[in-house]
């Protein structure tokens, strides 16, 4: 398989270039390394090839996309608060990225695009577990512009007969999740806290839940969509099936950490949701889709990993 990897350099980029590679694949990366890191991808520097550039450049975009199979659509500028601050860069890189993406794709005769969205998505919409047939109501600018991208995915499937996937990740950690970012997700930014002994801060009550789903299942979804026979212009939902309090999240790191800090209580954010949990029926059923790895041990396996 000849892969590009948009945001090949980040977080979740890096984990399935570093996949792709190891499979045997011929990898490319794309990335602005804004929020990507050159270190994440420089053990696989002899395994693939790096291309600098932002996907808000159809040329970039273009000149990347050539001679590919598959596209894996990853790149993106993450962050509910982020998007709430900046809308219209959120917008910038999350929709006109990926329609350039699609662009590309579609003028250079690729096979199938896999695009990475969002749990966020569905948003408000107060049912759980949250199944692809809900209605998407999302609230914050980041969750509008990743269904964007799903509508953009479906429109060019059914239009100019490009295969896309969709994946609705389920806050997703792991190794080479940036603890340091202003914008950093919860799991790392509570590890930093606690190996430094400070408390956490947990903005509400902490009994606000997530399906915490670990990058190695995230990167098996995306092996399986490009491959799959079934699917094509489908959303499908990527997470453990497991709901996760911040509480119960800051007690496992604790029990993990051999540790007894307790966390800092802030106000609520605006823009967050409240429960979150996936009904993965549908991506087992067609993708053959399973949780290789549970919160727990994807916990350890975060730990073990962590920067000395």
């Known amino acids: 398989m000849k892969a590009l990897v948009t945001g090949g350099a980040g977080f979740i980029g890096s984990h399935l270039a570093e996949r792709l590679v190891r499979d045997g694949h011929e990898v490319r990366v794309l990335d602005n390394l804004a929020t990507g890191r050159r270190e994440n991808i420089l053990p696989l520097a002899g395994g693939l090839e790096l291309v600098e550039g932002d996907i808000q450049s159809y040329e970039r975009v273009h000149n990347a996309v050539r001679g590919m199979e598959i596209v894996f ?3 993106a500028l993450p962050s509910v608060p ?11 890189t999350n929709v006109i990225g990926t329609l350039n993406v699609l662009l590309a794709s579609r003028d250079e005769g690729v096979r199938r695009v896999v695009f990475a969205s ?14 692809e047939d809900l209605a998407p109501l999302p609230i914050a600018p980041y969750a509008v512009a990743k269904l964007a991208g ?11 007969g490009l295969e896309t996937v969709c994946l609705r990740y389920f806050n997703v950690f792991g190794p080479r999740q940036d603890p340091l970012s202003q914008y950093s997700a919860v799991i790392p ?7 430094e002994r400070r408390p956490p801060k947990i903005f509400g009550d902490g009994e606000q839940s997530r399906d915490f789903t670990y990058v190695e299942n995230v990167v098996e ?10 699917g094509i212009g489908e959303v499908f ?24 800090i307790e966390a800092e209580h802030c106000p609520e954010r605006i823009g967050e949701v409240r429960h979150s949990l996936a009904d993965v029926s549908r991506a087992a059923s067609t993708l053959g889709y399973r949780t290789g790895v549970e919160f727990a041990e994807g916990i350890a396996r975060t730990l073990r990993s962590w920067p000395a």
């Open 150 to 160: 799903e509508g953009y995915c479906r429109s060019f499937w059914r239009v100019y």
């Open 118 to 131: 969002s749990s966020s998505v569905y948003g408000e919409n107060p049912v759980l577990p949250k199944r």
């Open 82 to 92: 982020r998007s709430i601050q900046d809308p219209l860069t959120s917008n910038a």
């Open 237 to 260: 939902n990527v997470a453990c099936g497991e709901q996760v309090s911040l509480n119960q999240l800051m007690a496992e790191l604790c029990e993990q950490l051999d540790t007894s």
């Open 73 to 75: 659509h990853q790149a």
């Open 221 to 230: 979804a995306n092996l399986l969509a490009a491959s799959s026979a079934d």
């Open 189 to 195: 930014s509570f590890i930093s806290a606690l190996l």
